[in-house]
T-cell receptor, first 111, second 112 residues
Framework: SQELEQSPQSLIVQEGKNLTINCTSS?????LYWYKQKYGEGLIFLMM?????EEKSHEKITAKLDEKKQQSSLHITASQPSHAGIYLC???????????FGKGTKLSVKP | IAGITQAPTSQILAAGRRMTLRCTQD?????MYWYRQDLGLGLRLIHY???????GKGEVPDGYSVSRANTDDFPLTLASAVPSQTSVYFC???????????FGPGTRLTVL
């Protein structure tokens, strides 16, 4: 079965710094989703990538899917306290056609 | 537009009791899902429904049941709660099974 591994597990950065979160799949990715979760809240959809080499941006967050479609990265430029939360990657890979998820990366941004 | 609502927000339940977690969406999505989120284990699919009237088992269905009488509602029932069902439960929906899933705010359940 497909598995998603996220790195790092947690990250503490100073406000204004750039950071990158990675999501590596054990199999080819046919749809890769990035979500953000704040403590005690639900998951907020950020972006979805499908094509090898695809890159999407929303405000200061950029997500890329590598050419081989087995790894995705999420890059935040000039981080702000509002970026703090848990970032999860999800992929189409469940036995029922459902999404499977990585275990998440906890991001803290120090003012 | 509310999106997906879940109730209750949180609940403490005695072991052996029956409990139904409610989920309602107003996006007219065909597919709906129930996940549980546990520290160190991430999100795991409990049950899903591709369309009203049909349901299917996910990765961890034991001890849970669902029904999908209409498009909007997808309740999750614990027939006889056990402490291992202590978790945060998320309901999600998508236009169909291959489309982006949108999540509700979650229900935090503690079984003592």
């Amino acid at each position: 079965s497909q598995e998603l591994e996220q790195s790092p597990q947690s990250l503490i950065v100073q406000e204004g710094k750039n950071l990158t979160i990675n999501c590596t799949s054990s199999k080819t990715l046919y749809g890769l989703y990035w979500y953000k979760q704040k403590y005690g809240e639900g998951l907020i959809f950020l972006m979805m990538l499908q094509k090898g080499g695809e890159e999407k941006s929303h405000e200061k967050i950029t997500a890329k899917l590598d050419e081989k479609k087995q790894q995705s990265s999420l890059h935040i430029t000039a981080s702000q306290p509002s970026h703090a939360g848990i970032y999860l990657c999800g992929a189409e890979g469940g036995s029922q056609g459902n999404l499977i998820f990585g275990k998440g990366t906890k991001l803290s941004v120090k003012p | 537009i509310a999106g997906i609502t879940q109730a209750p927000t949180s609940q403490i339940l005695a072991a052996g009791r029956r409990m139904t977690l409610r989920c309602t969406q107003d996006m007219r999505h065909n597919a709906m899902y129930w996940y549980r989120q546990d520290l160190g284990l991430g999100l795991r699919l409990i049950h899903y429904s591709n369309t009203a009237g049909t349901t299917g088992k996910g990765e961890v269905p034991d001890g849970y049941s669902v029904s999908r009488a209409n498009t909007d509602d997808f309740p999750l029932t614990l027939a006889s709660a056990v402490p291992s069902q202590t978790s945060v439960y998320f309901c999600a929906s998508s236009a169909s099974i291959e489309y982006t899933q949108y999540f509700g705010p979650g229900t935090r359940l503690t079984v003592l």
